[in-house]
């Protein structure tokens, strides 16, 4: 679909590289600056709590609770998403964000940061991600043309990971170690101007007209779970979408098994310096930006499902290789792998989604898969914490390889017909 004023004329805009016109390419801004920022945060976190305690669940536990909104949320993410403005949902949730990480680097700056108000803020910052998560993905289609929907997730999936992986937590790191306020007060600074540019983007995100709104009370919660069960009901029916949030699922838990431990990966098994971490995030993150950006060439060329099940075994194949090696080199190596193989899943499950997913249903959809994923996430970093614990740093990337290779071939076995 592509970009309309609200009198539903086309937008006028020249064409951007790849064929993108300008309001994408505002929104992919908007985007990789509060992922930029993020990334920043992301690797500040950890290391915050690091300083704080070296027990392996304490420091998995920052990121299991920035997952825990997404099983309290649940699908009901996708039902506002769904009835409300998809950019003013945005805005609004980029601007709470702002504010809980502006006051976060406040604590910080008078050393009244303790791991309460860590993971306090934590929570906050995972409640908006899974508000403005539903409402991003589902942002995608009224933006760009239903053939080119593959492009331009490449292009978001690699600004992501730029911002997430490579420069926001090489950024982030180095920013920790200069001054610790410093990561969460840039953070909070791109949001804000994430903000105003989503404020630039057509009033194009308008939900569809709903036939009845009931009043409040009993029969607005028998609405709402109404629109859940109508989501529910859709996937059950969808033998591919089931399946993708399936192996999604299981994917998410057993990566963030190993993630949210990675910082003491570094340090106690690399031997190398807190620092090394954000760095080697950074390295591993190339894979990743090659294969969001040339992914979709791939994807067209072997069909999805191939490109999901070369992406599952690749993410297997790696995260064994990371529980198997002491070699920082090695270490490095594997981590970029993992990012590519990890990026052209993404990539081609959301595309998958926005192509099969009827408009009016994306955000009911898309937040009963991103709780699966986030929840798996959440679940699989409290895993990984135990388990580091109690078995080693190393146990929990080699207990998570065997899941993720089972479900992908299981998946790619049961779609084997379809050949793409």
């Known amino acids: 679909m592509a ?10 805009a020249v064409a951007f590289p790849g064929g993108f016109r300008a309001p994408f390419c505002r929104y992919w801004l908007s985007g990789f600056l509060s992922d930029f920022g993020n990334g920043v945060r992301l690797a500040a976190f950890p290391l915050l709590v690091a300083q704080l305690t070296r027990e392996p ?12 909104p997404w099983l309290l949320l649940g699908a009901g993410a996708g039902v506002i998403a769904d009835r409300v403005d998809r950019r003013r949902l945005m805005v609004t949730v980029d601007t709470a964000h702002a504010a809980i990480i502006a006051g976060l680097a406040v604590a910080v700056l008078i050393h009244e940061a303790g791991l309460v108000l860590i993971y306090v803020a934590a ?36 600004g992501q990971i730029v911002g997430n992986e490579l420069a926001g937590p090489a950024a982030g790191g180095w920013l920790f170690g ?16 994430a903000v105003l540019l989503l404020m630039t983007l057509p009033g194009v995100f308008a939900p ?3 036939q009845h709104e009931p009043g409040t009370g009993r029969a607005r919660f028998s609405s709402v779970r109404h629109d859940l069960g109508e989501a529910l009901g859709w996937m059950r029916q969808d033998p591919a979408i089931r399946d993708i949030t399936l192996m999604a699922g299981v994917v998410s838990a057993m990566d963030a098994t190993w993630f949210a431990v990675l910082v003491l990966y570094v340090i106690k098994v ?49 995260q064994a290789g990371l529980g198997l090696t002491g070699n920082v080199v090695i270490a ?35 937040s009963v898969f ?45 779609h084997r017909a379809a050949g793409q």
């Open 3 to 12: 970009v309309s004023d609200e009198s539903g004329h086309h937008d006028g």
């Open 57 to 68: 669940a304490a420091v998995a536990a920052v990121t299991a609770v920035q997952g825990l």
């Open 123 to 158: 929570f906050g910052v995972g409640t908006g991600a899974a508000l403005r998560g539903t409402a991003a993905m589902a942002c995608v289609p009224r933006l760009v043309e239903p053939a080119d929907l593959d492009k331009a997730n490449g292009r978001v999936i690699a």
């Open 178 to 193: 200069t001054v610790a306020v410093l990561p969460f007060a840039v953070n909070a600074g791109m949001l804000g101007i």
């Open 208 to 210: 569809p007209p709903r």
């Open 270 to 318: 690399l031997h190398q310096q807190p620092g090394t971490y954000g760095l080697l995030l950074a390295i591993g993150a190339a894979g990743g930006i090659v294969a969001g950006s040339g992914g979709a060439a791939l994807t067209r060329r072997i069909g999805p499902w191939r490109a999901l099940l070369s992406g599952g075994l690749g993410i297997a194949a790696t």
């Open 332 to 366: 490095a190596v594997l981590l970029m792998l993992s990012s590519a193989a990890f990026a052209l899943c993404d990539m081609t499950m959301v595309t998958m989604l926005q192509r099969d997913v009827p408009d009016a249903l994306l955000g009911r959809v898309s």
């Open 370 to 414: 991103g709780t699966v994923t986030q929840g798996g996430a959440a679940f699989g970093a409290i895993a990984g914490g135990i388990l580091a614990a109690a078995a080693g740093i190393r146990a929990p990337m080699l207990a998570g390889a065997v899941p993720i290779a089972v479900v992908t071939v299981f998946t790619g076995w049961r």
